[in-house]
């Protein structure tokens, strides 16, 4: 699921943009009203998409705030303000905002910006997964975004255990649900960038974090047996530097 912190100095409004997301499904680690809260739940949370009011309480604003989640963060943010001034804009467009959302906005609007930030936050990291027309999945740093109509659900890397090639479409098992995509197994183990992951045959590849057992033409993640091919099943022992 989506982390998202909201900062926001107006409760009217942040209660209002908190129904919305969480209509989303997105889930929300926290709302700061001013540049000090919102620093003490970054000290304790790390969001993956803020949602930032350039109006704040207190001495500095939320321009301040990008400026020191740049620097010390690196989280990704979009502007969510009334101000739309040619200064205003301008000072914000210096700190590289993700998206800007000016108030007042409708949940389609929100999910628009939301979702054109994922895609921004692929496009700089370059782990896009690359099919032809196809929007169902981004890999962003250690995480998968899948689509799921009008929202992203985020699935840990690190929590796959196999993935299974079923023509055109990849069923994903994590160690607490099954996710199907469109994608082919070549372009996702690229994309993947991960010694952890290992092609066992043509139409599977498996976390070794969760190897239980090796056998000469098939592996056990956790309980799931998987068949491994020969080429494979060298390759694996040298990998694992069994003699």
Do not use: C
């Not at 739940?41 to 604003?61: A, C, F, M, V």
């Not at 098992?173 to 992951?197: G, H, P, V, Y």
């Not at 590849?205 to 998987?226: A, F, G, M, P, R």
């Amino acid at each position: 699921m989506v982390k998202i912190l909201l900062i926001e100095d107006e409760l009217i409004i942040a209660e209002d943009v908190k129904r919305m997301l969480a209509k989303m499904g997105y889930h929300i680690i926290g709302t700061a009203m001013d540049y000090d809260e919102a620093l003490t739940i970054l000290e304790q949370e790390t969001p993956d998409l803020i949602l930032l009011d350039i109006n704040l309480n207190g001495k500095k604003d939320g321009i301040d705030l990008a400026n020191t989640i740049n620097a010390k963060y690196k989280i990704p943010f979009v502007y969510t303000t009334s101000y739309s001034d040619s200064a205003t804009l301008a000072r914000a467009k210096a700190t590289n905002p993700i998206n800007y959302l000016v108030k007042p906005f409708k949940e389609e609007q929100l999910f628009t910006a939301i979702e054109l930030a994922l895609y921004k936050l692929a496009e700089t990291h370059e782990k896009t997964i690359n099919e032809p027309k196809n929007d169902e999945a981004l890999i962003i740093k250690d995480a998968l975004f899948i689509k799921d109509k009008f929202k992203y659900t985020k699935l840990n890397i690190n929590d796959i255990l196999w993935i299974k090639s079923d023509g055109n479409y990849l069923e994903i098992q994590t160690t607490n649900k099954e996710e199907l995509i469109r994608a082919t197994l070549t372009n996702f183990i690229e994309k993947l960038n991960s010694d952890t992951f290992f092609k066992t045959h043509k139409s599977y590849i498996v976390n070794l974090d969760y190897l239980t057992k090796l056998e000469t033409h098939s592996v056990t993640i956790v309980d799931k047996q998987v068949p491994i091919s020969k080429n494979y099943y060298e390759e694996l022992l040298k990998k694992l530097n069994i003699v």
